[in-house]
Structures are given as C-alpha cells and as structure tokens.
C-alpha cells in the first residue's frame, strides 16, 4: 500500500510540477497540457536524468535523480518567472495604502493565468484526477490478483528494471550477457526505475505499478486528447430558433469515451468466443466457424454447451486473430494482432506499452500544431521553418524520446507530426508543391537533431532488422479484418457518413490520391521483391522454388489470392476515399463557414488516415527479422493504428451522439450499444479468466512478485536476498531457453550472469557475441576437473557461482570441485552460493 500511495504521489508530483511549462508550451489546446503534464513531466524528467548519467555528469542512484529532477523544476520556475509571473511587474510598494511588498507578490500570483486556468477549469481538473486515481488503482488492484513476472517476455522486462537499478553507470548492463550493456529500446525501463529508486520500492513491485502508472497515464491522456478535439466542435443541436449552430462550454464526461475505446473495447474475437462456446452457428462439416479460418474456433465446441468460455487462456486467441497462409496453404505461425486490452490483460511490461503515454504526447504536441500553436520561425543555413525554436525543440525530444522508448513508434509519431505541420501550414497558404518542401525540411531537421539529442542511444543500439521483404503472399482476409478492427471501422464509418452532411469534399483528389497510393504500395512490393532477390537470395529462391517454382507462377499465385481476399482492400479503400476526400477539402473554394471553425473534424480525419495507412503497410511489405514472416510488423503497425483509431471512433461517436437528432440518433445510439456489446464482451470476460475472478493468489493480495517467490521457494528467496546485499560481481546459473526461469538470479538480484535467454540476445546483438558461453557454463558445473573450471571463472571473472534446483535438474553438476576450490558464502537447503576468492 505504501508504494502505491507513493508512486501516486510522485507522479501527481511530477504531473503539477510540469504543468507551468506546459501551459506555455501548449497555447492551443483548450486544455493547455493539463493532462499530459504528468507524462511530459516524466519524459523531461527521465531524459535529463538518462543524459546527465551517460555523461556521467550524474550518477546512477539518489543525488542523479534528485539533480534531474531540478532541471525539470528549473524549467519550470524558469517559465513561471519569464513568462506568467515576471519579476518587473510586481506592484511598487505603496506605504499610503499599507501595501506590502508581500501582498503585492500575492496579488500578482493570485491574478496569474495559471491561478484563471485552475479557477475556470475547475470540472476539468477533477475529472482528470479522478479518472487517475480511479484508473491507476483499478489496475494496480488488478495486478494484485496476478502479481507474478513468468511466463511470455515478463522476466526479460524484470531483468531490464534490474539492469538499470543496479548499474552503477550508464548506459546500464546487460544482466543476461555478462561484459555488455543493453542493447534494446529501454528508456521506459529507465522512467521505471527511476520512479522505483525515488520511492524505495523493489523492482519486483515496480514492474506491476508501472503496468497500472501507464494504464492511468494513457487514460487521462487519451481523455485529454479528446476533450481538446470537442472543445473545438460546434454543437449542431438547435438552442434557439435564430441559432443552429454554436460552440458550447466543452463536457468532461464525453472525453470518456477516448479511454474506454482505447483501453477497453477490444475486437471481435471475445464475443465469437461467447458464441462458439454455445454452439451457435455451428454446424457438422463446412460451417461459419471453418470459414472464418480462426483456430480454436474451427474445432467443435465443448460439450455441455455454455456461454463462458472456458478454453486456457481462451482470451490469447484475441491477439492472434489474422492468419498467414504460404501459397501451399500450410500456416507461416501465429501473427501478432495485439491491441491495449490485451497487453493488460495478459499483464507484460513491453516497451511497446511503456511508450503509450508518449505516443498520446506526441498525439497531442500533433493537435497543438495543427491548430496554430508553436507559432514563430526557426532558422537553418538553406530554409526555414514556421516552427519556434521552443516547438521544434520539444518536437525533437519527443521523437527520439519515442525511438528510445519503442522505436517503431518513430513512425507515428513522425507522420502524425509531419502532416499536421503541412495541413496547419495548408491552412494558411493553401495547398502546392510548398508543402512537400514543408513535409522534407521539418522530416529531415527533425530527425537530424532527435538523432543527436539521443546519440548516447543510438551508438549502443545494435537491430537486428535484416531489411524490407515483399508481402506478395500475406494479403489479410476480408473477414479476419473485420474481427480485428470491427468494432472502430463502424463508428469511424458513421463518422465519415455524418461528415459528408456538414461539410464539402475534394473527391476528385480524393479518388487519385488513394488509387496513387495504393499504385505505390504495389510498385514499392514489387521494387522491395527485386532487390530481396539479390539481397537475400538463400531465402528468396528457396521460398519461390517450394511454392511455386519460378518467380513468374510465385506471383500469379499471389496475385490470384490477393484478388479472393479482395474484401479486406475493398474496405480500407472504403475508408480512405472518403477521409482524403474530407482532408483534401480545403483545396476546394466552396468550404463552408462552419468547417472553418471547426478544425476538430480536420485532426480527427488526419487520425483515420494515418491509421490506414498503418492497416495497408504490412499488406505489402514486411520488415524481415528472425522469424521472417509478417509477425512483428503486423505487431507494431496495428498497436499503433489502434491507438489513434480508437481516439477518431471516440470522437466520431461523442460527435454524433451530441449532434444527431430524431430517428438518426436512435438508429446510431443502437449501433454505439452493439459495439460496447461485442468490444466489452472480451475485457469483461477476460480479466476474470485471467485473475480467477479477481481472488487474491494464495500468498495473498501483492504487487510483489517476490512475495510468490519466498512463498515458493523460501530457500531460493533467502539466497536471493543474500546476493542482493553481496558486494557486486558476475553471478553464474544454469543457462536455457526462453520464456523459461532461466536467468531468475541475474533477475531477482540485478547481477549480471554469464548468459540468460540466448535467443533473446541473439535478436539484440550479433549471436556471435555469445562465444561459447552457453557449452562453458554446462561445463562448469559438469565437469569433475578443478583446473577446468578455474579457467572458465577466470574467462568470464564469475565471483559467484549458484547451485539449486534449477542447476541441479538442468545438469549432472559436479560440485566436489567447488568445495574443494570456492568458499561457500551461502547455503540453505537445497541452494549453496560459492565465492571466488
């Protein structure tokens, strides 16, 4: 309970702290930052630190966050006293009035514009920190129930926090490959364990107060969002004969509906398991079920028949629900549909779930530009840009900020940046081949300096990404779409209806602009398909041989396919030609008076299209990594484009639920309840499959995996304890595969170990890297000859060797050397810990 009071605490800190800087950054937003306080302040927070620390101008404990800390209240204080409060307008003392200089001070702050915000926004601030507290504690209590880091990637992301809390310098080591630093995006690792190190708390219960921080950070950022876009609207509900048309104070119970699409409706897949439980639609032989092509719902249902599924771990299957085919029709392995309901529910700490917050900051720094914010210019040697120094500075932070934290999230943020620049820039000076000149010098500037603000990172970073392959054999089927994106195409669908009532259209540049682009993305598959047969001919030639034996039948095959799962490229076109349509609008001369003043609709379309945008990549092209096929792209595209399509059906479904009236509003608000239905069904039944309908663990209510760990295995919990407070050195422990307890005492103890999931290290870094570390070690305990096992302590400097159960059942371990060479520093039951001396 304390490190839940604490960590609250701290971030609603930290969230008050920032906001003065972002109420002078964030002039646009009717909001002026307030809900994204707590997120930049963590962003600004956390790059000083990490920056100050691989300088090693700070170090890595107490006094390094505290002195980070400063500079993001100098900031502050710096904002405060030149820009809301400055010092030259204090009232003179007036001796005839009896004023003081001290009640002039508190006059001047009393009339301040941030004291005006915090008066008049009153139902704002309350809503924002409600819906914290009330989401920060709803998953933290959630976590309780299932505190436990096993299984899937949960101890990789331990071993990082662990990493990081105890490097005694940056960048931070690698717990799992003794001698080397970590080479991942690991920057919310970072803001992890600062928040840990702050508040005393252990990695092993930050790990799942992280989970529920950004839970709560990413609802009242999406909140935010969406109250700043209605805030904008026009309401359309006649309020007078002579007035049809007017803004109103903007509501703070709408915006709701922006982490309720984001964090909670999910896809289909949940209610068809609610479906296939019973046995609907299901039939001997072909049936619905065979056609939709999903496994587990191919298979009969079990009898007797139910409306609870009950299949482990049935709600997986959500996350899973778009099926690659080679042309052979043998399946390429699960591709990964994840989305945010899943990730917590299932409860990993991914980086691509710790940039959340930072993907709705940059959202938000997109509205503020797009709206005319960061007004001012900025100076290079050949151009310039319409952006202050200020804007294009924090533009810059975010970005590489973003790279750092999930790097795929580079390309969210990077479009979304980029084109609300040119459509604010649109707005001004209409459209022309200016604009692309705009969309270069802001991408290439952009990039240049993040690179550099984050050039620490990005020396240490090694990828692994091998290159583009062609997607020429993975078109999505229509219906497997469906089920994943359902439930936010249809009010995104009734969004684009509504907009063709209140509004004009391009559909001329509407109509070229998506058949160009998709005339591109079938020129780009086939470009990616030529050079892959050069680049990558070990893998390319074998593939077309086995599927179709020459290039010539590879691609009639793959072309006939495309054309049977036409229903999947119908429905995206359906989307983009109506959304570029809207967008290109303002070309035209005919724009109405109203859509002028409402620019909301504008950002929303700007949301849509680089959500489809994300949908029609991996269409055609994938990025090749270890397991080369579409699973990791489909992966990160689709988590990105759920979290901006979320916010447009959010906000085209408070749009039309203020604005509709009669017959259409009943119509839309039984279509709003049928999606709540079939997106709800999953989270609903999700997490109490998952937590055991919300009964504590026989430990007990914890956020402590550690308290699971002594409850299981006290001894290893006491040798655990041990190491922690042992001077520092190279711990050795049984090596193998992944998502196994392998690497649990590096885990647990934030000692390096010689090696821990060889596979995971072999995605990060060159896999020669690892030598012969994984046959050494099983010699070390193995082998009966003394000498032998010195040199292998020597080559790797171990000081600590650990033998318990996992050792013991991994290898026939030969500890008589041990005894004979090492001093035992440790023994309780089945654990001993020898020390080198």
Request: glycine share 8%; no cysteine; aromatic share 16%.
């Amino acid at each position: 309970m304390f490190s839940f009071l604490a960590w609250y605490l701290l971030s609603t800190f930290l969230g008050w702290l920032t906001f003065p800087l972002a109420y002078r950054l964030f002039p646009a937003l009717k909001d002026r930052g307030y809900t994204l306080s707590r997120a930049f302040g963590l962003l600004v927070w956390g790059y000083a630190f990490w920056l100050l620390a691989s300088f090693h101008i700070a170090q890595n404990d107490l006094g390094g966050l505290l002195l980070g800390l400063l500079v993001l209240a100098s900031l502050s204080v710096w904002t405060i006293t030149n820009y809301q409060l400055p010092i030259t307008n204090l009232p003179p003392f007036d001796e005839a009035q009896g004023k003081s200089p001290v009640s002039s001070l508190y006059s001047l702050f009393s009339n301040s514009p941030i004291i005006s915000f915090f008066k008049s926004n009153r139902p704002l601030i309350l809503t924002t920190e409600i819906l914290f507290l009330l989401a920060f504690a709803l998953m933290a209590f959630i976590r309780s129930t299932n505190p436990d880091i096993l299984g899937t990637e949960k101890p990789m992301e331990l071993m990082m926090i662990n990493g990081i809390m105890n490097s005694p310098t940056f960048p931070p080591r690698d717990l799992w490959l003794s001698g080397y630093s970590i080479s991942y995006y690991y920057f919310g690792y970072v803001m992890t364990s600062m928040l840990a190190m702050l508040t005393g708390t252990p990695a092993t219960a930050a790990f799942n107060l992280m989970t529920a921080l950004i839970f709560a950070l990413a609802a009242i950022g999406a909140y935010g969002i969406l109250y700043n876009l209605l805030a904008l609207t026009i309401d359309r509900r006649p309020q007078t004969m002579e007035d049809e048309a007017v803004h109103r104070p903007p509501s703070v119970v709408a915006p709701l509906l922006a982490p309720l699409f984001l964090l909670l409706i999910s896809n289909a897949e949940g209610f068809l398991e609610v479906l296939h439980r019973r046995g609907l639609f299901w039939t001997d032989g072909n049936n619905f079920w065979t056609w939709l092509g999903i496994p587990e719902l191919r298979d009969a249902p079990a009898q007797p028949l139910q409306w609870i599924p009950d299949r482990f771990w049935w709600w997986w299957r959500a996350s899973r629900v778009v099926m690659d085919y080679d042309l052979q029709n043998n399946p390429t392995g699960d591709v990964i549909s994840e989305f945010p309901a899943f990730s917590f529910i299932l409860g990993d700490l991914h980086p691509h779930i710790l940039a959340m917050p930072f993907v709705l900051l940059t959202i938000a720094v997109a509205l503020n530009l797009f709206l005319g914010g960061f007004k001012g210019r900025t100076d290079f040697y050949v151009a310039r840009l319409n952006v202050s120094k200020t804007g294009f500075f924090v533009i810059a932070l975010l970005i590489g900020g973003l790279a750092f934290l999930n790097t795929w999230d580079i390309l969210i943020g990077g479009a979304l940046i980029l084109f609300a620049y040119v459509l604010a820039r649109a707005r001004e000076s209409g459209w022309g081949w200016e604009r692309l000149e705009d969309l270069f010098l802001l991408g290439i500037s952009m990039l240049v300096v993040a690179y550099v603000m984050y050039l620490p990172f990005f020396i240490g970073f090694d990828s692994q990404a091998g290159g583009i392959l062609p997607s020429f054999m993975y078109p999505t089927r229509g219906a497997q779409l469906w089920v994943m994106w359902g439930t936010l195409f249809v009010p995104v669908f009734a969004f684009l209806f509504y907009r063709r009532t209140t509004g004009s259209a391009n559909w001329s540049a509407g109509l070229k602009t998506s058949f160009g682009l998709l005339f591109v993305l079938f020129l780009a598959m086939f470009a990616v398909g030529v050079v892959a047969l050069f680049a990558h001919p070990d893998f390319i030639n074998p593939l077309i041989e086995s599927q179709a034996g020459n290039i010539g039948g590879f691609i009639a095959a793959s072309m006939s396919r495309r054309l049977l799962y036409i229903g999947s490229l119908v429905t995206l076109l359906a989307l983009l030609i109506p959304t570029l349509s809207y967008l290109f609008a303002s070309e035209q001369e005919d724009v109405t008076p109203e859509e002028e003043r409402q620019p909301s609709h504008g950002f929303a379309l700007l949301l849509i299209f680089i959500g489809l945008l994300l949908i029609l990549g991996p269409e055609f092209v994938y990025l090749l990594d270890g397991f080369k096929y579409r699973i990791n792209t489909i992966f990160k595209f689709y988590f990105q484009a759920w979290m901006v399509l979320s916010l447009a059906a959010a906000y085209g479904t408070a749009v039309l639920l203020r604005n509709l009236q009669g017959r259409a509003k009943g119509v839309f608000s039984v279509v709003f309840a049928v999606v709540l239905i079939v997106g709800l069904t999953y989270p609903a039944l999700g997490f109490a499959n998952r937590t055991d309908n919300f009964k504590p663990p026989f430990f007990g209510y914890s956020l402590d995996d550690f308290d699971r760990v002594k409850a299981e295995n006290p001894d290893e919990a006491a040798a655990i304890e041990w190491l922690r407070l042992a001077p520092d050195g190279i711990v050795a422990e049984a090596v193998g595969g992944a998502y196994s307890s392998y690497g649990r005492i590096a885990n647990y103890t934030g000692l390096p170990t010689i090696l821990g999931w060889d596979n995971h290290e072999g995605q990060w870094r060159e896999r020669s890297l690892q030598g012969n570390r994984h046959q050494d070690i099983e010699t070390l305990y193995t082998t009966p000859d003394g000498l032998t096992a010195q040199d292998i302590v020597a080559k790797y400097n171990i000081r600590y060797i650990y033998v318990g159960g996992l050792e013991r059942s991994t290898y026939p371990v030969d500890e008589g050397k041990f005894h004979s060479l090492f001093k035992i520093v440790f023994q309780q039951g089945n654990v001993t810990i020898y020390e080198v001396p």
